[in-house]
């Protein structure tokens, strides 16, 4: 699992302000865009070398996001299937944030 959350904690730390996330914030989309290319570089550098299933586990909500990890995946000679989770569960969505974004 290449999880582009977990790469961005290890390299920018834990506790990031809701200004790094703003979609109007051009230093913080091209920051969250690194991240997230440098994880599915990694992905596809794995499945190359040894691995045959990997999951990206990345925000890819907008056409063009996935439109770019298809390019990169196919380009790689890797078939891609997107699998979206809906949940509109409030207490399972906030189980969630306490045991993920709150530990």
Not at 10 to 23: I, K, M, V, W
Not at 27 to 45: H, K, N, V, Y
Not at 68 to 73: A, G, I, S, T
Request: glycine residues 6%; aromatic residues 6%.
């Amino acid at each position: 699992v290449f999880n582009v959350g977990n790469y961005r904690r290890s390299r920018l730390g834990a506790h990031q302000t809701h200004e790094f996330f703003d979609p109007k914030n051009p230093a913080g989309a091209s920051a969250r865009r690194e991240l997230a290319m440098e994880a599915l570089q990694d992905m596809l550098g794995w499945l190359r070398d040894s691995g045959d299933v990997a999951i990206y586990d990345a925000t890819n909500s907008n056409r063009e996001r996935r439109a770019q990890v298809r390019e990169h995946c196919e380009r790689a000679g890797m078939q891609v299937l997107f699998i979206e989770s809906r949940c509109d569960d409030a207490a399972i969505i906030e189980q969630n944030i306490r045991s993920t974004k709150l530990a």
